[in-house]
C-alpha cells in the first residue's frame, strides 16, 4: 500500500489548513487511518484517526480544532485543522492500520510540513 499526503503549507496563527491522504493498494476491511505529527527532537505522535467503522479519537491539542473524516470511496483521508496555532508546526504524516486473520500492516505516508507562524 502507498500513502500519498497532500495539503501542508505555511498559515498564519488562527488559520485553516486541509490534509488529505491518498490510499493506493490493497485495502483490508478492517482497518485505521491516522494522522501523526512529528518535530525535530521529539517523537512522533498521534494527531487523529478515523477506522473502518468511522470511530474517532484525538490527541488533547487537537480536540474542538481539528477533524479527521474518509471517503471510502476515494480511499482517502483528510485533517481539517482549524484555529492553527505555532505548536502545531511540524510534519504530519498519514498512517495505515490495517488487520486481517493472522496478520497485521501499517504503512506511513512521506510527510508534509505544516507550518504555523506567529
Known amino acids: 500500500v502507498q500513502l ?5 503549507g505555511l498559515v498564519q496563527t488562527g488559520g485553516s489548513l486541509r490534509l488529505s491522504c491518498a490510499a493506493d493498494g490493497n485495502i483490508f476491511g478492517i482497518n485505521a487511518m491516522g494522522w501523526y505529527r512529528q ?3 521529539n517523537e512522533r505522535e498521534l494527531v487523529a484517526v478515523i477506522t473502518s467503522g ?3 479519537n484525538y490527541a488533547d491539542s487537537a480536540k474542538g480544532r481539528f477533524a479527521i473524516s474518509r471517503d471510502n470511496a476515494k480511499r482517502t483521508v483528510y485533517l481539517q485543522m482549524n484555529s492553527l496555532k505555532p505548536e502545531d508546526t511540524a510534519v504530519y504524516y498519514c498512517n ?4 486481517a486473520v493472522l ?3 501499517q504503512y506511513w505516508g512521506q510527510g508534509t510540513q505544516v507550518t504555523v507562524s506567529s
Open 4 to 8: 500519498q499526503a497532500s495539503g501542508g
Open 39 to 41: 518535530n525535530l527532537g
Open 54 to 56: 468511522n470511530s474517532t
Open 96 to 99: 495505515l492500520k490495517q488487520w
Open 103 to 105: 496478520q497485521r500492516e
